[in-house]
């Protein structure tokens, strides 16, 4: 019933004021049904006079004892000056509507509440105002509603343009959808780069065949949520590790439809991790790693050298007659020598290549990635040719040269005992025959 228009059942250029006073005073039923209706009617000549109203605006206006037919807002006002503000307002809002010429629509505050009001003029046969048609509906809680969902906008937008985790959604190719505003903020990228392009060429290479196994399985194995570290590069070059959450969302009817990523930077957890992890494999003196990082981390390199299909060279060394250079010159000049082994050794390989002390002057280098066993031989030459040059100790040079045993993944050991017990034996053979010599562990290995 709210939504009918009384006034659409007449034509308002074919009725004089008089004959729609009289009409409104003697149907009852039409009486009745404009004050059913819940939004505000009023009716004015075209002078400004009220004609009709409904009981709403009545009891709005406090006027339900008086005769407000044919009085203007003005004279309302000097009745009611409580509301003199209220009916200036349809005054000059009447105005308006008037030398528009049609319909207008505004917001007006009656008592702390907001109504949205529709100003519609007619005209009569000679172009004269004839009546103004007012109709007001109350949208108190729309505001409110409006003016909630505003500030949640407002905060949820702060929240997302200063928030350091990245939210990115994609589809079941990995394409992305959607990237929040810290996307661009923190890795530099517009979103306009992204949409609709793959997310995998920004995943570290090391990471991004995890993260498309994660997006399949997620797609293909209904599987809800997931998590996964990766690293990925900013538009600068640099890498941020983020820790990924990724929850698939299906449609109403099950089906899938998107990927939801959220992504936390852990660049300063894993940084400590490193640390801890460098503390716990670290050599106070030099270094190097230590027996532990050997113990726990080389079962990997095999394996990684299986998968690869390549070989790992093992240089077992130590610095002959170390024991004699530490008895007659000190410990500290000792210590002093196993610094620079170190650096001399580290100056003969690939910075990726581990050096692990295994105690006192012993080490091992740990040669990876190597095409096939033979191209372990001229470095591990160069190498000891390295170690039997001087040695400058606080001012004083001394000769100290080396012993190096060599054994070769998997050819010469297939386990971890095996290998670095064979590199342990060619050492033992490279110090019966002279020292200051490199030895194989298999002497074919030379031919």
């Known amino acids: 019933m709210s939504n009918m ?4 059942l007449f034509d308002s250029k074919a009725i004089l004021t008089e004959d729609l006073l009289n009409l409104f005073e003697n149907e009852k039923q039409l009486r009745f049904l404009i004050d059913m209706i819940q939004e505000f009617i009023v009716v004015k000549d075209g002078f400004g006079r009220w004609l009709v109203t409904n009981l709403k605006v009545l009891e709005a206006y406090e006027i339900e004892e008086i005769d407000y037919r044919g009085k203007t807002d003005l004279e309302l006002a000097e009745l009611k000056p409580k509301f003199r503000e209220s009916f200036e307002f349809n005054m000059s809002t009447d105005e308006h509507a008037w030398k528009k010429g049609s319909a207008i629509k505004i917001e007006k505050t009656i008592m702390g509440e907001v109504w949205e009001v529709i100003k519609t003029p007619f005209f009569d046969d000679f172009g004269e105002r004839h009546h103004l048609v007012i ?24 929240i997302a343009e200063n928030m350091k985790d990245i939210i990115i959604t994609v589809n079941e190719k990995g394409n992305v959808q959607y990237t929040s505003p810290s996307f661009e903020h923190i890795l530099g990228y517009s979103a306009e780069e992204f949409i609709g392009k793959p997310l995998l060429p920004i995943i570290h290479t090391d990471d991004a065949r995890r993260m498309k196994q994660m997006i399949e399985d997620i797609v293909d194995s209904n599987i809800l949520k997931n998590k996964i570290e990766c690293r990925v590069q900013k538009a ?21 439809d998107h990927i939801i990523i959220s992504a936390r930077d852990i660049t300063d957890r894993k940084n400590n991790e490193s640390y801890l992890e460098k503390l716990a494999y670290q050599d106070a003196l030099t270094g190097v790693y230590n027996r532990r990082y050997l113990m726990e981390k080389l079962p990997n390199i095999l394996v ?5 299909g390549t070989k790992v060279g093992f240089i077992y060394l130590d610095i002959d007659s170390f024991k004699d ?23 003969n390989l690939r910075f990726t290549d581990p050096i692990v002390r295994i105690g006192g002057d012993e080490f091992i280098a740990i040669v990876l990635n190597l095409p096939s066993d033979h191209y372990i031989i001229p470095i591990a030459d160069m190498l000891c040719d390295s170690l039997k040059k001087p040695w ?13 045993g060599v054994a070769v993944y998997p050819k010469d050991g297939d386990s971890v005992p095996s290998i670095l017990s064979n590199a342990d034996k060619a050492l033992y053979k490279a110090k019966l025959k002279g020292k200051s010599r490199v030895e194989f562990y298999k002497d074919e290995l030379k031919k």
């Not at 990684?304 to 690869?308: A, F, G, K, L």
């Not at 400058?392 to 190096?404: F, K, V």
Request: net charge negative.
């Open 135 to 158: 109709v007001s509906r109350n949208i108190t809680e729309r505001k409110k509603a409006e003016a909630k969902l505003q500030e949640s906008e407002r905060k949820y937008r702060l």
């Open 236 to 256: 600068d070059g640099e890498y941020i590790w983020y820790e990924s959450v990724c929850s698939g969302v299906n449609k109403d009817n099950g089906v899938f």
């Open 304 to 308: 990684d050298s299986e998968i690869n």
């Open 5 to 8: 228009n009384p006034f659409s």
């Open 392 to 404: 400058l100790l606080n001012g004083q040079t001394i000769e100290a040269s080396s012993s190096l």
């Open 325 to 347: 250079i530490n008895d007659t010159m000190g410990h500290e000049k000792g210590d002093q020598l196993l610094i620079q082994f170190v650096r001399r050794v580290q100056s």
